[in-house]
């Protein structure tokens, strides 16, 4: 059974554009993957988490495009693959240009809808786990607002990140963090809960989210400049705007520091900009600008999590018959920073585990019998977002690209004053 609490395509997944990265071309290599993912990781990757990932991945992305997924191909049939920053081959697998989450989630969810086996259950909105003896034998949910118990053997979370705890965040809506929240109060074990990831390049507008320009455009010849018209990454990393993430949303955010905006060259790119990123062209154009022919201001932006509920190589977290994996799960593979595509790529990866380990458990004895329950009292909506707000501002200033002792002394205090 798979609960979602809006549908099934409101995910982080369906916004993915760059790709997912495997080592599927010619004169690359699973090794060479795993030195690029332990570089960009700042030391602090599993390295036999990675080992798993860059192994197992070429296999997983060719079983998803047999499952239907229409990935982008060359004339000869080879996976027509993308370049993206800190990798140091071609190897990101794309879709329609830059629409890769939206065809892998259109795949995935044609299957699902399409197996008498899997129920799914959308607008149903999980709030805890049920844990006796030390397991978990399901979870606490409100379907279309009533509360309930769903008993089972084994429970995947699979909830997603949550960068809508911040300001500026490419995160969807529904990426609040609730899965962290939920293991957290069953005692379940997470770590690295303070690596937080933040692309540097999302469209400056007053929405939220805010749109992303992928990777892939400095990729393909992109460069940032400021103000004054410099290319300020050439004098802080030999990979320029390729740098690492962190490395080119510091540089960015102290650039807006000083007073200066930010904006993404990609004027090179001519009328071939259309055809390579068909959405984020369409975007751009949406909000008065032609990447062809305009610089494009972009901020940086909370864009994915890499700690979370840590979980071994088959996603088992600390609570026995609780599974984790995707971006809630904190397998080890991004260590203090996430290679730009290997986030959907582990999801591949880990779920197979996943589902691998979950068929050989016995059932579970002493299940308790499936009851009604009384969901907490929402609060008012309007007070809900007030809170919301403040939570979403204060962790962009405090908890965000730039943390000091007293900053985030501050942020707890004022997190924890919140109802
Ligand atoms: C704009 C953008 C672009 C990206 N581009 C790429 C890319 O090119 N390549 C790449 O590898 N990664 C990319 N990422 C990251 C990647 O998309 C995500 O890390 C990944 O899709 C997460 O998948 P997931 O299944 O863990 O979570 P999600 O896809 O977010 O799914 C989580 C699901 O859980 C549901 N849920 C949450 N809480 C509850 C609850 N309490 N009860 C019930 N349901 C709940 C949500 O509604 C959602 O449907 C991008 C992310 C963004 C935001």
């Not at 939206?102 to 399409?114: K, N, T």
């Amino acid at each position: 059974m798979v609960l979602t609490k809006r549908s099934l395509f409101d995910s982080a997944t369906a916004y993915a554009q760059g790709g997912i990265a495997a080592a599927l071309g010619a004169g690359d290599s699973p090794a060479l993957h795993r030195r690029d993912t332990l570089a960009a990781g700042a030391a602090l990757c599993d390295a036999e988490a990675v080992e798993v990932l860059v192994k197992e991945g070429p296999a997983r992305v060719r079983e998803l495009q047999t499952a239907g997924a229409d990935f982008d191909l060359e004339p000869g049939g080879d996976f027509k693959l993308g370049r993206e920053a800190a990798h140091s081959r071609r190897r990101i697998v794309h879709a329609h240009g830059d629409q890769t989450g939206a065809e892998v989630a259109r795949a995935l969810i044609d299957r699902v809808s399409g197996s008498p086996r899997i129920d799914v259950l959308e607008r149903t909105r999980v709030l805890d786990l049920i844990v006796t003896d030390n397991k978990c034998h399901g979870v606490r949910a409100t379907v279309a607002g009533l509360a309930t118990e769903i008993i089972a053997d084994a429970t995947v979370l699979a909830t997603g990140g949550c960068g809508q705890v911040y300001k500026y965040t490419t995160n969807p809506q529904v990426a609040t963090g609730d899965g962290y929240a939920i293991a957290h109060r069953a005692g379940v074990r997470l770590a690295d809960m303070e690596f937080v990831q933040f692309h540097p390049t999302a469209l400056e507008t007053p929405e939220n989210p805010l749109a992303l320009i992928s990777e892939a455009v400095r990729g393909e010849g992109a460069i940032l400049r400021n103000d004054s018209g410099e290319r300020f990454m050439v004098k802080k990393h030999r990979l320029a705007e390729l740098a690492p993430r962190d490395v080119v949303a510091r540089e960015i955010f102290r650039q807006r520091e000083t007073g200066s905006r930010v904006w993404l060259d990609a004027r090179k790119l001519g009328a071939s900009f259309k055809k390579r990123f068909p959405g984020i062209f369409a975007v751009c154009r949406a909000r008065g600008i032609n990447p062809g022919k305009d610089l494009i201001p972009v901020i940086p932006a909370a864009h994915y999590m890499m700690g979370g509920i840590v979980t071994d190589l088959s996603g088992h977290s600390s609570l026995e018959r609780l599974y984790a994996c995707g971006e809630v799960s904190r397998t080890g593979v991004h260590g203090a920073n996430r290679l730009a595509s290997n986030s959907l790529l582990e999801g591949l990866v880990f779920a197979e585990r996943v589902a691998r380990d979950m068929i050989t458990l016995p059932q579970l004895k002493g299940a308790p019998r499936k009851k009604s329950w009384e969901a907490p009292p929402l609060i008012d909506r309007g007070a809900a977002q007030v809170a919301a707000d403040d939570v979403r501002s204060i962790m962009w200033e405090h908890a965000g690209i730039s943390r000091t002792a007293k900053g985030l002394r501050e942020c707890m205090s004022v997190l924890s004053a919140i109802d």
